[in-house]
């Protein structure tokens, strides 16, 4: 089944950000998100990941089957690596995990407890979390933010291990993951506020 996006308006901080996009991802296909900072790409992702409403528009065919992994990890400091991976495979109903170790080299790290990790070491375990969650549509926010080349080369592959299993995957991302991607400039869709607006919101910064 495929995800939809029509012509959707999205919002952040009460002020549009971004208006008219539309998207289609069939089982298989990857989107690559490009856009300057601050161009409203998160704040897409968070809409169409059903975080957030939108101001205007249609998401179909992502209800119960995203994945959303933003910029923070989410992660139980307090719990090990491969305890991380087990609660969130029990909260998606899904049992194992020891693929989703493999898959970003962390089996030398299964028995450390999460708050201990280097920022890179977490993104992975945040990213490993993709895979226990057996969701076929990933929605991801800068997901190589603090890796090294190596482990872009592991989410890499992960990502099309993925799309050849009939995954689907929509990433905002500065570089290049070597993938076959459509790419999706929302620079067009920018919404221009006049300094009225931009005075006019009192929505609390979250
Ligand atoms: N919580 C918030 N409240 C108000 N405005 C916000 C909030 N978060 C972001 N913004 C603003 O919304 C706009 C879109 O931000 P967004 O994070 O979606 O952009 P982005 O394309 O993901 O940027 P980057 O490439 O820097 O991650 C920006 O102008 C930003 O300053």
Redesign the pocket.
Known sequence: MELNVTELSVA????P?LEGVSLSLAPGQALVLR??????????LRTIAGLQPALAGNVTGAEDRIAYAGHADGLKAMLSVSENLTFWAAVFGTRHVDAALAAFALEPLADRLAGTLSAGQKRRLGLARLLVTGRPIWVL??PTVSLDADAVTLFADAVRAHLAGGGMALI?T?IDLGLEAAVLD?TPHRVVLDAARLGA?D?A??
């Open positions: 952040r901080g009460g002020l950000v856009g300057p900072n601050g161009s409203g790409k998160t704040t897409l926010d800068e905002a500065h929302v919101s929505e910064f979250l």
